[in-house]
């Protein structure tokens, strides 16, 4: 089984910084792609940002060039850098990966349980 396990959420003020980190663990499976959403209360979960296994990224156009994502994939990690963090990022970030399995050309997506991040004014 492939577990994600998403740290580094928190408490911080408004224009404050947070590196979010994501760990794939398990065995006899490849990743493709990575990627942060995020989900606020009342509304529907959206994407932040994702990273292909060669380094191509992604952002929501509300986020970037305040958000960076990057991955280490000898360590299966991905992480999220948020500069000049606002009250409207405000909300539950969840990590995601889209892998194979060794011996099977099937396609699957796993979610981890969320990070929780939440800016004051």
Same mark, same amino acid.
């Given at each position: 089984?492939?577990?994600?396990?998403?740290?580094?959420?928190?408490?911080?003020?408004?224009?404050?910084?947070?590196?979010?980190?994501?760990?794939?663990?398990?065995?006899?499976?490849? *990743?493709?792609?990575?990627?942060?959403?995020?989900?606020?209360?009342?509304? $529907?979960?959206?994407?932040?940002?994702? *990273?292909?296994?060669?380094g191509?990224?992604?952002?929501?156009?509300s986020e970037?060039?305040?958000?960076?994502?990057s991955?280490?994939?000898?360590?299966?990690?991905?992480?999220? $850098?948020?500069?000049t963090l606002?009250?409207?990022?405000?909300?539950?970030?969840?990590?995601?990966?889209?892998?194979?399995r060794?011996?099977?050309?099937?396609?699957?997506?796993?979610?981890?349980?969320?990070? $929780?991040?939440?800016?004051?004014?």
């Open positions: 089984q492939v577990q994600l396990v998403e740290s580094g959420g928190g408490l911080v003020q408004a224009g404050g910084s947070l590196r979010l980190s994501c760990a794939a663990s398990g065995s006899g499976f490849s *990743i493709n792609s990575m990627g942060w959403y995020r989900q606020a209360p009342g509304k $529907q979960r959206e994407l932040v940002a994702t *990273i292909t296994k060669g191509s990224t992604n952002y929501a156009d970037k060039g305040r958000f960076t994502i991955r280490d994939n000898a360590k299966n990690t991905v992480y999220l $850098q948020m500069n606002k009250p409207e990022d405000t909300a539950v970030y969840y990590c995601n990966a889209g892998l194979r060794y011996g099977s050309p099937r396609l699957y997506d796993y979610w981890g349980q969320g990070t $929780q991040v939440t800016v004051s004014s």
